[in-house]
């Protein structure tokens, strides 16, 4: 089968529910990026969800998601993306929990082949800005680029559009 070498996909995991600093929301902020970016850039969407979901109680979710961490857990998903191997460039998108990704999404990344793709990553946080997801990334998906990436204040995803619309036209130009 040949392959679209220009097909993009977008990797994410986002909560909704009680949340940091904006009360109980429907949608969790990196979704609501994710979805901006598959709207400018047309990319599949892939959510990484784990099997057992965190506490709606955002102080719950906080204690399972650091116990998670402590022990550096690989968390059972609902579903698994398996190939990526249609995808030219991946967007790598997630909360900042406790310094990087909830272990749900290196529960996902390390399943796949990053050999030749071009990576960029897009978190939403509420002050640690990329964390250290940019390291963890390139840790974990070998043989990639990852080229500059974006931190998003969670409370401000909603006035955060143009800021993503540069950050994806950058790429655009520079290919
Ligand atoms: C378990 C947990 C841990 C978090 N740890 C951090 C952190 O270390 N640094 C930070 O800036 N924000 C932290 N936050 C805030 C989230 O990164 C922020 O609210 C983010 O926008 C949530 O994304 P989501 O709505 O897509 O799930 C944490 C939130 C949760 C629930």
Redesign the pocket.
Known sequence: MLSNNNKSIII?????DE????GN?D???????AEYIQELTGADLFKVEPKKP?SKN?KE??????EEKNKNARPELKKYLSDISDYSTIYI????????M?MSMFTELEKLDFTGKTIRVF???????L?NVVNDVKRICKGATVLDSIS????M?NKSKEKIKNWINELNISK
């Not at 994410?12 to 909704?16: K, T, V």
């Not at 998108?93 to 990087?100: A, E, K, N």
């Not at 978190?123 to 800005?129: A, D, K, L, Q, V």
């Open positions: 994410y995991f986002s909560r909704a949340n940091y600093a904006v929301i949608k969790g902020n990196t979704e609501v990026i965190y955002y979710c906080c204690d399972e998601a650091l998108g997630s909360p900042i929990y406790w310094g990087t909830p978190t939403t946080h509420e002050g640690s800005g964390g998003i204040q969670g409370s995803v």
